[in-house]
């Protein structure tokens, strides 16, 4: 039995490479339930925070402390990147591949994958080497693949960026359904409409600290900050 791995703690954590500061201190409490959209300008440091967050980067000083054991924070959290990575192996194989490394047995897994594979419409390509999708359906699978291990918490970096509207929108979906499903979500995003989407709530991110967090409906209408006013008038933000 996995514990609960949420709420995460964040206490005046860095993340430096080479000396230089990259982001920090970050001090943020990740609630059990909820929508998080990290926004800021390029280079404020989003990528480096969600990968803080996931574990694929180190603080240097600071700490991160969840609540539950390191083979449950593990097993837990799942992290989509912006360009999604894809198994040499078939469309349905890469679903399949993660649920049996969980030990569940080839036949439940094969049935669980063809349940996602038809809801992320994919039959048609179930079979065919994942390397062979366009971006949108190699983003869906990646998608599809992080929810069926049902995680607690599910990190996404700019998962829609390269892709076109209705990919886009489909991936919203999926989505809006995971968290209507109790997932935990935490995802970058460009894209304000998307933001205002998605977002139960915001971390706006402005060179390497976070700079203010708030409900999505209050930031997008009353920003505290000068700098997310800005962000949001679309001005050029350094
Ligand atoms: N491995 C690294 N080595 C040196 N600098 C890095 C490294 N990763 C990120 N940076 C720098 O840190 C800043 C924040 O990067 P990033 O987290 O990718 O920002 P964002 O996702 O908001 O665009 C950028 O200026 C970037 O160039
Ligand atoms: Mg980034």
Redo the contacts with the bound molecule.
């Keep these: 039995m996995v514990d609960k791995i949420l709420p995460l703690n964040v206490k005046n954590a860095f993340v430096k490479?080479?000396g230089?500061r990259?982001?920090g201190p970050i001090d943020v409490q990740l609630s059990t339930k909820g929508f998080t959209m990290v926004m800021?300008?390029?280079?404020?440091?989003?990528?480096?925070?969600l990968?803080l967050l996931h574990g694929l980067e180190n603080p240097r000083e600071g700490k991160l402390k969840w609540n539950g054991n390191i083979e449950s924070v593990r097993l837990e959290q799942s992290f989509v990147f912006q360009t999604p990575i894809m198994l040499r192996r078939t469309a349905i194989e890469n679903i399949i591949y993660p649920l049996k490394l969980r030990g569940i047995p080839n036949d439940i897994a094969t049935k669980i994958a063809n349940e996602w594979i038809s809801k992320i419409n994919l039959e048609n390509s179930s079979n065919v080497n994942a390397r062979f999708l366009s971006g949108g359906e190699k983003q869906k699978l990646a998608i599809a693949r992080a929810l069926t291990t049902k995680p607690q918490l599910l990190f996404l970096?700019e998962p829609t960026a390269n892709l076109d509207g209705s990919a886009t929108k489909e991936i919203e979906k999926l989505l809006q359904e995971a968290h209507k499903a109790g997932t935990r979500l935490i995802m970058?995003t460009h894209d304000m409409g998307q933001g205002k989407r998605l977002a139960d709530d915001i971390i706006f991110?402005y060179r390497?600290t976070i700079h203010e967090t708030a409900k999505a409906i209050s930031f997008f209408k009353y920003p505290a900050t000068q700098e997310a006013q800005a962000f949001l008038n679309g001005d050029i933000l350094e």
């Design positions: 490479k080479r230089k990259i982001i800021g300008p390029n280079g404020s440091g989003k990528t480096t925070l990968r970096d970058t991110l390497g």
